[in-house]
T-cell receptor, first 113, second 113 residues
Framework: AQSVTQPDIHITVSEGASLELRCNYS??????LFWYVQSPGQGLQLLLK??????LVQGIKGFEAEFKRSQSSFNLRKPSVHWSDAAEYFC???????????FGQGTTLQVKP | GAGVSQSPRYKVAKRGQDVALRCDPI?????LFWYQQALGQGPEFLTY????????KSGLPSDRFFAERPEGSVSTLKIQRTQQEDSAVYLC???????????FGPGTRLTVT
């Protein structure tokens, strides 16, 4: 069965430090990959997506992600974290004829001042 | 432009009551999805509409859950005889086409007491 794994439940980084959130997927075909962010009480906002082409994808708010087929990974990175980045981050795979999303369990990011 | 809206934002139901949750997608979006997000978990797919046709309802957890989109725009998710395990945030998302980014609403938090 297709699945998405986010190994880190909770990550704490200092403001200004770099960030990497891990995502591994299990999916036979070429995946459609997404990163979403969710702030408390809010819906999901798309940070970036990968469909094909360049494996390094740029998104909003200074985030980027790299698709590595050999490692079945799509890790999210940011060179310098801001306090406003504290939120829940979800990796997702779009699958099937409908494009329904399969989400990981999420990573909670805490930012220390 | 207006995003995806959902109502009510919060709903408290006594066990055994029926509830109806509404989703107004972005105008012109063909695809509409419903997801269920339990506390501390990633969203899980419930059902998918393409215009008014419900093409995938494989994620609906029981026959107490029913969704419709009669005119290909507004959608309603109905839960009959609510149970405590139905307590969750119900997210609606729309998309202009298949395998494209999904735009999420703020969700409806359902609490069954």
């Amino acid at each position: 069965a297709q699945s998405v794994t986010q190994p880190d439940i909770h990550i704490t980084v200092s403001e200004g430090a770099s960030l990497e959130l891990r995502c591994n997927y299990s999916y036979g075909a070429t995946p459609y990959l997404f990163w979403y962010v969710q702030s408390p009480g809010q819906g999901l906002q798309l940070l970036l997506k990968y469909f094909s082409g360049d494996t390094l994808v740029q998104g909003i708010k200074g985030f980027e992600a790299e698709f590595k087929r050999s490692q079945s990974s799509f890790n999210l990175r940011k060179p310098s974290v801001h306090w406003s980045d504290a939120a829940e981050y979800f990796c997702a795979v779009g699958r099937g004829n409908t494009g329904k999303l399969i989400f990981g369990q999420g990573t909670t990011l805490q930012v220390k001042p | 432009g207006a995003g995806v809206s959902q109502s009510p934002r919060y709903k408290v139901a006594k066990r055994g009551q029926d509830v109806a949750l509404r989703c107004d997608p972005i105008s012109g979006h063909v695809s509409l999805f419903w997801y269920q997000q339990a506390l501390g978990q990633g969203p899980e797919f419930l059902t998918y509409f393409q215009n008014e046709a419900q093409l995938d309802k494989s994620g609906l957890p029981s026959d107490r859950f029913f969704a419709e989109r009669p005119e290909g725009s507004v959608s309603t998710l109905k839960i009959q005889r609510t149970q405590q395990e139905d307590s969750a945030v119900y997210l609606c998302a729309s998309s202009p086409r298949v395998h494209y980014e999904q735009y999420f609403g703020p969700g409806t938090r359902l609490t069954v007491t």
